[in-house]
């Protein structure tokens, strides 16, 4: 096998378990959102998918989480099951990668080329999936916290919901399950059966003895 399509295969799993572990520190993370005011200048509110905070200046930390499912606003609702679904899709998607690795002794028999084929190609496509249902709810609550902070229509004295570090780790982590994926499927499609090349090179050499 080639030194090339073994690394790309290796890199994209490594790649995809390190955006899983992203994806899910972006979902209990709970600084989706901050805010704060210049009445209470030593707090700081965050707003997460599963609980609000307040921090203290001197560094106190109350979380409280939602009291009900049904009252929670859609942003939060849909923001919440995309990154369920991602984890998901991203959890699956590596475990099913790393069988197809060539360095991993699975599938064995005939059908061994095309199972570890099939397996990594899996596990690359949800890899794209899953990044891209990374990618929705982070950049949808980025969206709606930019249009909600330069409506006109709200008083400058009203304080304002900005970005918090959930939303770039999100957005890392959406960005890293695409190129696992890319690197996954690349591989996949580099990757060529090696009894077609054995049977090849058996018909040029009995293409060159018959010439002779």
């Given at each position: 096998?080639?030194?090339?399509?073994c690394?790309?295969e290796l890199?994209g799993?490594?790649?995809?378990?390190?955006?899983?572990?992203?994806?899910?520190?972006?979902?209990l993370?709970?600084?989706?959102?901050?805010l704060?005011?210049?009445?209470?200048a030593?707090?700081?509110?965050q707003?997460?998918l599963?609980?609000t905070?307040?921090v203290?200046?001197?560094?106190?930390?109350e979380?409280?989480?939602?009291?009900s499912?049904?009252?929670?606003?859609?942003?939060?609702?849909?923001?919440?099951?995309?990154?369920?679904?991602a984890?998901?899709?991203?959890?699956?998607g590596?475990?099913?990668?790393?069988?197809?690795?060539?360095l991993?002794?699975?599938?064995?028999?005939?059908e061994?080329?095309?199972?570890k084929?099939?397996?990594k190609?899996?596990?690359?496509?949800?890899?794209?999936?899953a990044g891209?249902?990374v990618?929705?709810p982070?950049?949808y609550?980025?969206h709606?916290?930019?249009?909600r902070f330069?409506d006109?229509?709200?008083p400058?004295m009203?304080p304002?919901?900005e970005?918090?570090?959930?939303?770039?780790?999100?957005?890392?982590?959406g960005f890293v399950?695409?190129?696992a994926?890319?690197?996954l499927?690349?591989?996949?499609?580099?990757?060529q059966n090696?009894?077609?090349?054995?049977?090849?090179?058996c018909?040029?050499?009995?293409l060159?003895?018959?010439?002779?």
């Amino acid at each position: 096998m080639d030194s090339s399509v073994c690394a790309l295969e290796l890199l994209g799993v490594f790649l995809s378990g390190v955006a899983w572990l992203a994806s899910l520190t972006t979902t209990l993370m709970s600084t989706w959102l901050t805010l704060s005011t210049e009445l209470l200048a030593t707090e700081t509110f965050q707003l997460g998918l599963w609980e609000t905070c307040v921090v203290q200046e001197l560094g106190g930390l109350e979380c409280r989480p939602y009291n009900s499912l049904l009252g929670l606003p859609q942003d939060v609702m849909l923001a919440r099951t995309l990154m369920c679904v991602a984890l998901a899709v991203g959890l699956l998607g590596f475990l099913l990668a790393i069988p197809g690795l060539h360095l991993v002794n699975s599938c064995r028999g005939q059908e061994d080329f095309r199972c570890k084929r099939g397996l990594k190609m899996s596990g690359g496509l949800l890899g794209l999936v899953a990044g891209i249902l990374v990618l929705v709810p982070v950049s949808y609550i980025a969206h709606l916290a930019v249009t909600r902070f330069f409506d006109e229509t709200v008083p400058e004295m009203i304080p304002r919901w900005e970005f918090g570090d959930a939303l770039f780790c999100g957005w890392t982590a959406g960005f890293v399950h695409l190129l696992a994926g890319t690197l996954l499927v690349v591989s996949c499609l580099c990757l060529q059966n090696p009894d077609f090349h054995i049977r090849q090179t058996c018909e040029h050499t009995c293409l060159r003895i018959k010439t002779r």
